[in-house]
């Protein structure tokens, strides 16, 4: 069967991203936002909880 070697290596690299975390997602996904403010130089925006204009009743 066939191996792609860029496949074969980034799932080497998530494996190792994931144990020296200890598989915690919410770490894993706190570390990888901050990677991405820090390459981007953007800030990290969650959208907000509850939508911000509501919805006219229905007649």
Do not use: K, N, Y
Request: with cysteine.
């Amino acid at each position: 069967m066939w191996t792609d070697l860029i496949v074969e290596e980034i799932r080497r690299e998530r494996e190792a991203h994931a144990e020296r975390l200890s598989f915690d997602v919410v770490a894993i996904c706190r570390e990888l936002q901050q990677l991405q403010e820090q390459e981007s130089g953007r800030s990290f925006v969650l959208p907000p909880e509850t939508p911000q204009q509501q919805c006219p009743p229905a007649a």
